[in-house]
Every structure is written in structure tokens, then in C-alpha cells.
């Protein structure tokens, strides 16, 4: 009889919840039992454990062995729970001294050959065992995302190694932790978008305060160039922020370069992309791409071809900055503060507006065109405007170019320091109470808010919105006190409100 006690975690959303591995041997007929809410990837690790052990040259019991993976009623899922079984088998039947585990945790699942293959979710929990001050065993391919929690990791390529680390822990060496980079230089120059003035001056204001915007025009004239051109005008992440993201792509099993995850992403999903494949789902939850976008940008091209079911979607996640799963089986939280970036053409055939097209489109086709926008989720939308084609002058090589994403973004990133100074978030996550305090403007600014709300229809929520990009363009400023000229140029930005603009000025 032996009794062997180890330690790991098993993966909910982006969570890492402690789970407990109690292997038992004892009398009987050979038999080998795992039990805890395990599904089938689980309940199979017996015959991979069993062919690891024995091909690693270790001796595999002939006795009743019972593999408790606790709690009971938390479901474990995929093969990170093999290496721990193998070793508490080996602890179990004193071929390992049970006494060298009690420090860390193990993750990995084996081969029939005993080495080992990376598993999905170890950033988050490598995350939480450092603040536990515990070390952690993971498999060589899953190191590099491991070291970016700051504990103790270190990294084996088998149950041979697992063993031998083990019995020399006090002078092994674990891996150094992995700082944040340099923000990248490299990446489409702001400079290369020629003419369409007020629409980078819009995607500057947008970086600066972290606001959506939607951008509307015919084909051709730059939209996806400007938005494209948004990551290298955000400020770099910082570690807790990179720590965030990474911990989603580690979640999907996806690997995570040393080199790269610290840059802001930028996820730009087909239009055919259903409403899971967005925001995530299925019978065992995982992240969507707006979770992908954590800390980053999402940008949706041809946004009114999407189906108009998956646009609602974001409604929730697009205010609140999370997404809840919930199933039958349970629910799932993943992370999902993302800047909508969107992009869509006037009309059915693109060319409404334009003075050089020739749109045939009906005024019914038009309105159920940008009937697939709703109210609510253009609401949501601090920015929107129009984007027309630029001069031909300005497409010739020899003309001048406009400011560089560089230079761009030096202001923007000013104006970030600004707000994180004042409040500690940007603009467009101020709570309507701390908008409150921050939006100082005298009469004749809320007389011009006041007006505009009334011309325009505009709801609460929309109201607010105008309050923070004219609070965000006052920063660009350097101005602590929010002017007229900062109200109006707010307002402008809003196009899509404007049908009565001439009443405003």
C-alpha cells in the first residue's frame, strides 16, 4: 500500500483553479481507476501512463491503483494531468521519494515513449502558483509562456528528466523570467495614407482616448489603411496588460514568442464569422476574437455584410470589457477590453455619395443597408465618419506625405499619460461618475451639448460619449479645461448624427 499527494491546476476560461492529484495503491486485483469529473482525454491518460512508465524503465505496480483528482465536482479536461499521475504512481510505489513533490506543481501530458507534450493554459497557471511562491514542471515547448509569470519554471522533455530534476531540484536552475520589449518600429506608416486629413486627425483622437470609430466610404479610399495603421499609434502594453493577453493565446494552445507578446494585437475576423467564433463558445467555452483582442484592436471590415445577430453579440462586451459563457455544464469568463475599429461602405454598391461613382442604389436598399447597424451598437461607437476619395494629385510618388505614425503617436502618447495621471484609465473607460469630474467646461459648452442632443436625438449614452472625445481632444491639446472648439469638433465626429448639423454653429 502507498499514498502519493501532488499538486496542479486544471483550466476554466482563462482561470486555473487548484486541483489535486491523490494516488492510492493497494491490495487486489490489478486495476487502474481515475476518478473526479474526468472526461474521456482524462480517463485515458491510464494507458498513456502506463506505457510512459514503463518505457521511462520504471517499474509499473501490479496492484489496485486509485487516482482521485479533487475537487470532485470541478470537471478536469485534456492530458496536463498526466505527468502527475505518472509521478504519484512512482511516489505511490516508492520508486521516487514522495517527499521531493510537496514544492511544486506539474503540468504536461506524456507520450507512450515518456517524453512529454506541451499543454494549453499554463500561463495562467504559472501565474497563480507564483503568487503562492511555488515552482512549477512544464514541458520544454510550454517554458517560454511559463517564464513570463516571474516564478520558479522549469522545463523537462521527459518522465526521465521529470525524475532527475527532481532528486537535484535544490541546485537546478529554473528559467530566467521574460521582460516586456521595446515597442516595435516596424509595421504600415500612418505617412502612407495620402489626403483623408480629418480621418487620421479622428484615428488620432481615437488612439489618444481609447475610443470606437467607424469609418464609412466608398471603395478604395483608405479605410483599411487607416485602420491598420492604429496599433503602432498605441502606447506598448504594459506587463500585467501583455500577462493578459498572452494568458488567452495560452488558453487556445496557442505558442507564445518571447519576442512578440508584449505588441498590442490586432484581429480583423472575416464577415462571415459567426457569433461563436467572435466572442467564444461551444460545450467546453473558449475564447472568441474579441478575447484575442484583449488590450488590443478588433477591426471589423465590411461591418454591414456581417450578420446582424453577430453584431449584437458585442453589444455586452463592448461596454462591460468581458464575456461570460455559460452552459449547461457550467460558465466561462474571458477577458475582452478591445477598441473597435469598423469599416463600411454608404450603400449596397459602395458608391453613395460619392461624386465620382455612380450609385444606382434605391433609398429603401440604402436603409435596410445600414439597418444591419443598430441603434444600440452604433451608439457604442464614440466616432464615425466619413471617409471620400482623395484628390488624384496626391497618389502621384512625388507628393508630399503627411505625418508619420511616430510623430502621431508621440502626442498620443502624451495625452494617454495625461489621462492615466488623472484617473489611472483612458477616456473611454471613464464611469459616468468619473466623467462627471473630469469634463470641466463652462455654460456655453453645455449649451452646445444641450442643443446638439436635441437636433441630434441623441441618447444618454451618446451624449456622454461626445462628452469624452471632447474631453480626449482637450487632452490632445494639452488644455486641462474642455473649450467650444473642443465640444464642436467632438460633435463633427459623430457624422452619422449629423443630418441638422448647420443648426449647430
Not at 23 to 35: E, H, I, K, M, T
Not at 47 to 52: M, N
Not at 66 to 76: C, I, Y
Request: proline share 7%; glycine share 8%.
Amino acid at each position: 500500500m502507498g499514498l502519493a499527494i501532488l499538486q496542479s491546476r486544471a483550466q476554466i476560461g482563462v482561470q486555473a483553479p487548484q486541483v489535486t492529484i491523490e494516488v492510492f495503491l493497494s491490495g487486489g486485483l490489478p486495476q487502474f481507476n481515475v476518478v473526479g469529473l474526468v472526461e474521456t482525454a482524462v480517463r485515458e491518460s491510464k494507458d498513456r501512463v502506463r506505457g510512459a512508465i514503463m518505457s521511462s524503465d520504471f517499474k509499473f505496480p501490479q496492484e489496485r491503483i486509485t487516482v482521485n483528482l479533487g475537487p470532485a465536482d470541478m470537471k478536469k479536461t485534456g492530458g496536463r494531468f498526466d505527468l502527475p499521475i505518472a509521478l504519484g504512481i512512482l511516489a505511490a510505489s516508492k520508486q521516487i521519494p514522495a517527499k521531493i513533490l510537496d514544492a511544486c506543481e506539474f503540468y504536461g501530458e506524456l507520450a507512450l515513449n515518456g517524453d512529454l507534450r506541451p499543454v494549453p493554459g499554463v500561463l495562467p497557471a504559472a501565474i497563480k502558483a507564483a503568487k503562492l511562491d511555488r515552482s512549477i514542471v512544464v514541458p520544454h515547448e510550454n517554458g517560454a509562456e511559463a517564464a513570463l509569470s516571474k516564478g520558479r519554471v522549469y522545463v523537462v522533455k521527459s518522465l526521465l528528466e521529470v525524475t532527475a530534476l527532481l532528486r537535484n531540484m535544490p541546485g537546478a536552475e529554473p528559467l530566467e523570467p521574460i521582460e516586456a520589449g521595446a515597442h516595435p518600429i516596424d509595421g504600415p506608416d500612418l505617412a502612407d495614407v495620402r489626403g483623408q486629413l480629418f480621418a487620421k486627425r479622428a484615428l488620432e483622437v481615437a488612439a489618444a482616448g481609447g475610443h470606437n470609430i467607424l469609418f464609412i466610404g466608398p471603395p478604395g479610399t483608405g479605410k483599411s489603411m487607416l485602420a491598420q495603421r492604429l496599433p503602432r499609434l498605441l502606447p506598448p502594453m504594459s506587463t500585467d496588460e501583455a500577462i493578459e493577453t498572452a494568458a488567452v493565446d495560452s488558453v487556445l494552445g496557442h505558442p507564445v514568442s518571447p519576442h512578440s507578446w508584449h505588441i498590442r494585437p490586432f484581429r480583423a475576423p472575416h464577415h462571415t464569422a459567426s457569433a461563436v467564433a467572435l466572442v467564444g463558445g461551444g460545450s467546453d467555452p473558449r475564447p472568441g476574437e474579441i478575447s484575442r483582442a484583449h488590450n488590443g484592436v478588433l477591426f471589423l471590415d465590411e461591418l454591414a455584410e456581417f450578420s446582424r445577430h453577430v453584431l449584437e453579440v458585442l453589444r455586452e462586451p463592448v461596454e462591460s470589457g468581458r464575456i461570460t459563457i455559460s452552459r449547461a455544464t457550467g460558465q466561462a469568463d474571458f477577458p475582452a477590453r478591445f477598441q473597435l475599429v469598423a469599416a463600411m461602405n454608404p450603400c449596397p454598391c459602395g458608391y453613395y455619395g460619392d461624386q465620382q461613382g455612380n450609385c444606382r442604389c434605391t433609398a429603401d436598399a440604402i436603409k435596410r443597408y445600414r439597418g444591419k447597424i443598430s441603434g444600440p451598437l452604433l451608439d457604442r461607437i464614440d466616432i464615425h465618419i466619413d471617409v471620400q476619395r482623395p484628390p488624384v494629385a496626391l497618389l502621384r510618388p512625388d507628393a508630399t506625405k503627411g505625418e508619420s505614425s511616430a510623430d502621431v503617436a508621440a502626442r498620443v502618447h502624451a495625452a494617454r499619460e495625461i489621462q492615466y495621471t488623472r484617473k489611472g484609465k483612458t477616456n473611454a473607460d471613464l464611469t459616468a461618475a468619473e466623467l462627471g469630474d473630469v469634463f470641466s467646461a463652462d455654460s456655453h459648452c453645455y449649451d452646445l451639448l444641450e442643443r446638439a442632443a436635441e437636433n441630434l436625438a441623441l441618447s444618454a449614452r451618446a451624449y456622454q460619449r461626445v462628452q469624452r472625445v471632447a474631453r480626449t481632444i482637450a487632452d490632445l491639446a494639452g488644455g486641462k479645461k474642455i473649450e467650444m472648439m473642443h465640444v464642436a469638433e467632438a460633435l463633427r465626429m459623430r457624422q452619422l448624427d449629423r443630418s441638422v448639423n448647420q443648426q449647430l454653429y
